[in-house]
């Protein structure tokens, strides 16, 4: 790399942003010292352009990842984990068996306690907070005394995350996402765009508790039931959508879920998309893809072809484009105009070209023809492809994860000493499930957790008008952790007598 020091401004962007390290501002102007990869991320970041690359590199390449690092006798790569080693390029860690990593990937549980002994649905809630929880069972598993204690719990600080599989572009992140009930009520808002889904986060405290708090809380308990909604997001897209069910789009039914993006699309089909056309273009909100410029398309020794696209190019075939309701997710709605420049002295007659999204719903087959591209049906091998890009998606639909934490009355209702409970949890000594599914739960303060809804059974959730979502909730442990917690002893019930009771209820 080379920096043009009458265009550096002295920024610093370059300094900040450089994976490596190896850029420095002297005298308000940027200097790279040894060490540089040509990762290019200077390039692509400086806003005045005064990076760029001087001359043609003889170092080893690293072909790992599309950055494609030029890397230093002794140096790594952009990532750290590929270096040079007298003048190959190998892997930085050695490969590690299970056994290296198992007492960090474990969680700890005794495999007796991974199941509970009976669920939380349909026991009744713990209140006041500080009774013993409505069931607190014993029984024998695997020769070792096992407790499990019951509720159900109402949990005010609450959500539901929905997962949207689709391509379509339904707004712009952080966006409102309202519901038309007696007006228009907020209920939660965009997320990020996850690989082909898009994130809702609904309800949370600060939405129940607002003035549009019931209206979302009660969105949410209908999804819970199986209903469909409808919501429609700020300056964004309308959206119906059931959980388990595809989602409908300002009125289009999304069927298809993407197999990647449209670089990863690229090598995932390479050898199909060789013979489909003489070049490519995989147009996605992601990464749109320029097969002949990609890495895959070089593999195969295919040429580059006269076309340049449209689009913030970030490695070699891999172009960001602007998000919109057109092919893909992006802004373009005729797919020629993702065409920004034409090389006439390489083109020629009868070059073919396919644009395609990464589902393969929308294609388009082109020849040149005087000169211009003209569209024809698919051939024989640009169908073969699409076809088999079809067949790698899958349905579209919608799933839910709820959100939520668990203090009061499903702790005290255990032990008298709640925070002994939270440490035992997180130290692997207490299971929690959540109607007998189970969660994650994250790390640090408190048992916060994730749960997928479709994991718990059906009509289990319900709503209190606080607002509040009651959940089964259940906690397994050795009886020995029981009585080191201060759990309630004297509340313990044997398992055989608690399901001989209940034998035959609702």
């Known amino acids: 790399m080379k920096v043009d020091l009458d265009r550096c401004k002295g920024c610093g962007i370059c300094e900040e942003i450089c994976p490596l390290g190896v850029i420095r501002l002297k005298e308000k102007k940027a200097f790279i010292e040894d060490g540089c990869v040509e990762c290019k991320t200077c390039m692509k970041m400086c806003p005045q352009n005064a990076l760029i690359l001087s001359i043609i590199d003889r170092r080893p390449q690293c072909s790992s990842c599309p950055i494609l690092c030029r890397i230093p006798e002794g140096g790594f790569g952009a990532c750290m984990r590929y270096y040079n080693k007298d003048g190959k390029i190998v892997r930085k860690e050695r490969l590690h068996t299970y056994e290296e990593v198992e007492s960090i990937v474990k969680s700890g549980h005794d495999p007796s306690i991974e199941r509970p002994l009976i669920t939380g649905i349909g026991s009744g809630t713990t209140y006041p907070d500080f009774i013993p929880s409505p069931f607190i069972v014993k029984g024998v598993r695997e020769g070792i005394d096992i407790v499990t204690v019951v509720t159900e719990a109402p949990l005010s600080y609450s959500g539901l995350k929905v997962k949207i599989d689709s391509d379509l572009y339904l707004g712009t992140e952080g966006k409102r996402v309202y519901v038309k009930r007696k007006g228009r009520r907020t209920i939660g808002h965009l997320c990020t765009e996850e690989y082909g889904s898009k994130m809702l986060s609904l309800g949370g405290v600060n939405i129940l508790t607002s003035k549009d708090g019931q209206f979302a809380a009660r969105v949410i308990y209908?999804?819970?039931?199986?209903?469909?909604?409808?919501?429609?997001?700020?300056?964004?897209?309308?959206?119906?959508?059931?959980?388990?069910?595809?989602?409908?789009?300002?009125?289009?039914?999304?069927?298809?879920?993407?197999?990647?993006?449209?670089?990863?699309?690229?090598?995932?089909?390479?050898?199909?998309?060789?013979?489909?056309?003489?070049?490519?273009?995989?147009?996605?909100?992601?990464?749109?893809?320029?097969?002949?410029?990609?890495?895959?398309?070089?593999?195969?020794?295919?040429?580059?072809?006269?076309?340049?696209?449209?689009?913030?190019?970030?490695?070699?075939?891999?172009?960001?484009?602007?998000?919109?309701?057109?092919?893909?997710?992006?802004?373009?709605?005729?797919?020629?105009?993702?065409?920004?420049?034409?090389?006439?002295?390489?083109?020629?007659?009868?070059?073919?070209?396919?644009?395609?999204?990464?589902?393969?719903?929308?294609?388009?087959?082109?020849?040149?023809?005087?000169?211009?591209?003209?569209?024809?049906?698919?051939?024989?091998?640009?169908?073969?492809?699409?076809?088999?890009?079809?067949?790698?998606?899958?349905?579209?639909?919608?799933?839910?994860?709820?959100?939520?934490?668990?203090?009061?009355?499903?702790?005290?209702?255990?032990?008298?000493?709640?925070?002994?409970?939270?440490?035992?949890?997180?130290?692997?000594?207490?299971?929690?499930?959540?109607?007998?599914?189970?969660?994650?739960?994250?790390?640090?303060?408190?048992?916060?957790?994730?749960?997928?809804?479709?994991?718990?059974?059906?009509?289990?959730?319900?709503?209190?008008?606080?607002?509040?979502?009651?959940?089964?909730?259940?906690?397994?442990?050795?009886?020995?952790?029981?009585?080191?917690?201060?759990?309630?002893?004297?509340?313990?019930?044997?398992?055989?007598?608690?399901?001989?009771?209940?034998?035959?209820?609702?």
């Open 222 to 506: 209908e999804l819970l039931r199986g209903k469909r909604v409808e919501i429609e997001i700020e300056d964004g897209a309308k959206v119906e959508f059931a959980l388990g069910e595809a989602p409908v789009i300002n009125g289009i039914i999304e069927e298809k879920m993407r197999v990647g993006c449209g670089s990863a699309t690229s090598g995932l089909f390479a050898p199909y998309m060789f013979n489909a056309a003489d070049e490519v273009i995989v147009l996605d909100g992601h990464i749109t893809a320029l097969f002949s410029e990609h890495p895959a398309g070089k593999y195969l020794k295919k040429k580059r072809s006269c076309i340049q696209i449209k689009g913030q190019k970030s490695t070699d075939g891999r172009y960001f484009l602007e998000k919109g309701d057109g092919w893909g997710g992006t802004n373009i709605h005729n797919p020629l105009d993702v065409i920004k420049e034409i090389d006439r002295d390489k083109a020629y007659e009868g070059m073919t070209l396919l644009i395609t999204e990464t589902t393969g719903q929308k294609v388009a087959f082109f020849r040149m023809v005087n000169g211009e591209f003209v569209e024809e049906r698919l051939t024989q091998e640009a169908a073969q492809f699409i076809n088999v890009l079809k067949d790698s998606c899958q349905p579209s639909k919608t799933s839910g994860i709820f959100a939520a934490g668990v203090g009061g009355s499903a702790r005290a209702g255990v032990t008298k000493n709640p925070i002994k409970l939270t440490r035992a949890v997180h130290e692997g000594k207490v299971k929690v499930t959540i109607g007998g599914a189970e969660p994650f739960i994250f790390p640090g303060g408190g048992i916060n957790f994730l749960v997928d809804v479709s994991k718990i059974r059906y009509g289990s959730i319900y709503l209190s008008p606080t607002p509040s979502f009651v959940l089964p909730v259940e906690y397994t442990m050795t009886y020995e952790t029981f009585k080191a917690i201060g759990g309630h002893i004297d509340a313990i019930r044997p398992l055989e007598e608690v399901l001989k009771e209940s034998k035959g209820d609702g």
